[in-house]
């Protein structure tokens, strides 16, 4: 990654930072199948990106939006973009999900160190901009932050057993463990040094951004907050229709939301045009 650690922050003091949303939709979708990104797929009447772009660009925490779109589908996210009107960029994803993390930071090289990103999965369509506000109101104290939900579940660790089959490892007390979503939001200056020191780690393997930071960073704590629960990762068939109910059920019952729904683009130009 070009990164000059010397660069100074992008806004002069007291102004406050450049906030960037990159929607990372590089995957292939390969547990839900059906050959097509599973971020394309219909949900309510929209494909899943839509709906997790839109809740972006209604936020008015968020000043611009990038997309990371698996490089044969790019056209599709073009015009998902095109409707949405508030994407400044569609840009190929990389050949896993860390690598477009690294794209969307690269993307982002203009921006200072004091500037924020946001880092969010496509195939999370029901991500509010609510939680998106929470997550940059936190990075005002914070140079990473994490929206985790508390597990319901106690959560085991299993290994290979004697006989091959799994067998229960170890029990973590359940109070102090979280199923962690996206968005994910960082000072660049936070992010930018942790992924340079991860890709000089021949041995990297992650699977969020929080835990680069936290793995490579021990020093830079990771603020965790409150997510939602109904913030799912679309991950196999059976997610679309749980989904699908959930934003109907939203629709019905929550019109005070701030909403990711078609607006989204309204509530966009009337953020520009306030701020002049
Ligand atoms: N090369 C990749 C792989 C994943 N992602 C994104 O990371 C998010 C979470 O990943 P996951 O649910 O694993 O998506 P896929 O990789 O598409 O799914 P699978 O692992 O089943 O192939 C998704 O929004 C996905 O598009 C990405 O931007 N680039
Ligand atoms: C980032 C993430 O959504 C947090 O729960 C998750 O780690 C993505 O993992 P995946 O293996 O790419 O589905």
């Known amino acids: 990654m070009q990164v000059d650690p010397a660069s100074p922050a992008h806004a002069p003091a007291g102004a406050r930072p450049h906030v960037t949303a990159a929607v990372l939709a590089g995957g292939v979708g390969a547990r839900m199948g059906g050959g097509r990104p599973k971020q394309l797929l219909p949900l309510a009447g929209r494909p899943v990106l839509e709906h997790a772009a839109a809740a972006f660009c209604a936020a008015p925490e968020v000043d611009d939006v990038i997309v990371l779109m698996v490089p044969e589908h790019r056209a599709e996210a073009e015009e998902i973009a095109a409707r949405l009107g508030g994407v400044s960029a569609v840009l190929p994803g990389g050949a896993s999900r860390t690598e477009t993390s690294v794209a969307a930071l690269r993307a982002l090289e203009h921006r200072g160190d004091g500037d924020l990103v946001l ?18 109101g936190a990075l005002a104290s914070a140079g990473a932050v994490g929206v985790a939900v508390p597990s319901g579940d106690t959560v085991v660790e299993v290994s290979a057993g004697s006989g091959g089959a799994e067998v229960l490892r170890d029990v973590p007390p359940r ?60 991950t196999n068939p059976g997610d679309v229709e749980i989904a699908e109910t959930l934003l109907r059920l939203r629709e019905q019952g929550a019109a005070g939301d701030g909403g990711s729904g078609p607006d989204a683009a309204g509530t966009r130009d009337r953020r520009r045009e306030s701020r002049g």
């Open 175 to 234: 109070s102090s463990l979280r199923r962690m979503q996206t968005p994910q939001g960082f000072r660049l200056g936070v992010v930018r040094r942790a992924y340079r020191k991860a890709l000089a780690d021949p041995a990297l393997v992650a699977t969020d951004d929080c835990g680069v930071v936290l793995r490579y960073l021990p020093e830079e704590e990771v603020r965790i907050i409150a997510g939602d629960e109904a913030n799912i990762k679309v």
């Open 119 to 136: 880092l969010h999965d496509a195939a999370r369509p029901l991500v509010t901009p609510g939680v998106v506000g929470a997550c940059v």
